[in-house]
């Protein structure tokens, strides 16, 4: 983010030197996380078996709060963790509305915890878009995530996409609180991407349809790729092992996001306006993910296969696929070139900050 200075990541550790990794391989990755944060991965395990936190992830879109909270749920387990996205929870609605029995239950659910200045018909009216002029109630959106979460009872939990704007900042710092959470820590994970990098993620986005793993065909490709003859393109295919489509399923790509960055320009603005203020206040852990890391000093800070590379494909001579791998730099938000990260070297940060919050 222009203006910031994020700390560059440092994963660098003795017990790695001259290992390497093929991290998009979850195989791999079990590997590479417990050599790099073995010992806090098992700390973080112990705690979670008796506590949990609040985490609220903050960043651009597109900057990867998904894709770093599935990768640390990879490497400390998800059966104690659950990521609450809070646009998912509001496109679920639509669903729920849709059936008689669900959409009985939820208005009955609303009815009891909602408390705020609209009807409960009235905001969901305002999810359905059948109302285009009124702001869906922050209350609603609170009433949304307790239910969620009382769903993962006992579990830690990663909010992402709230606040999503000033006015939400104050229910934030109240948050614990409000969903039960009251003596577990809380703490904010801000997220740094240049928005180059953030333009080029869009544009060669994909995710597995099935279980909406998230990939890149330029910047994060798969194990597995395969050529479609007929209309001379490449898709990447599933590596999610616990996915009932690993090693089949196409990932494909959505809606709009060929046209890259600047179709989501104002929510980029509104998300920096959210991120500065909450960087200024005090009375709650902070941690920083930066993904990027300037040319000049990354032989010191990061391994080289921890580096994003671009992807590219093609067939050889026999007709089978072959992936060129090419260096990638892109100038950051302030005009330095820098490396873009793998999200894995990101995780490893994630994990390293996250045992320290927590005091283990």
Known sequence: MKGFDFPVINTKTKNAAGQEFMLEDPAERRKYFKLKVGPEIEKIKKYLRRDTFVGFLLGPKNSGKGTYTKLFMEAVGSDKVVHVSVGDLVRSVHKELSDKKKKKELVEFLKKNYRGAITVESALDVILGRDTKTLLPTEIILALAEREIGRHAGKAVFIDG???????????????????????????????????????????????????????????????????????????????????????????????????????????????????????????????????????????????????????????????????????????????????????????????????????
């Open 162 to 360: 709230f606040p999503r704007n000033l006015d939400q900042i104050s229910y934030s710092l109240y948050f614990r609180a409000l969903m039960g959470y009251r003596d577990d820590p809380d703490f904010f994970i801000f997220i740094d991407v240049p928005e180059a990098v953030i333009d080029e993620r869009m544009k060669f986005r994909v995710i597995c349809p099935e279980c909406h793993t998230p990939r890149n065909l330029k910047l994060l490709c798969t194990k597995e790729v395969e050529y479609d003859a007929k209309k001379k393109v490449f898709h990447l295919l599933c590596d999610n092992q616990t996915c009932s489509g690993y090693g089949k399923t196409r990932l494909v790509a959505k809606e709009g996001d060929e046209l890259g960055i600047e179709v989501i320009r104002d929510r980029i603005e509104a998300d920096s306006q959210v991120t500065r203020k909450l960087m200024s206040l005090e009375g709650i852990s902070k941690i920083y993910l930066r993904n990027s890391v300037p040319v000049d000093v990354a032989k010191k800070m990061v391994d080289d296969y921890e580096i994003t590379p671009s992807y590219r494909y093609e067939l050889d001579e026999n007709g089978k696929i072959k992936v060129v791998e090419e260096p990638y730099t892109v100038e950051d938000d302030d005009g330095k070139e820098v490396y873009s990260l793998l999200p894995a070297p990101i995780a490893v940060h994630m994990i390293r900050q996250i045992a320290k919050t927590l005091g283990l």
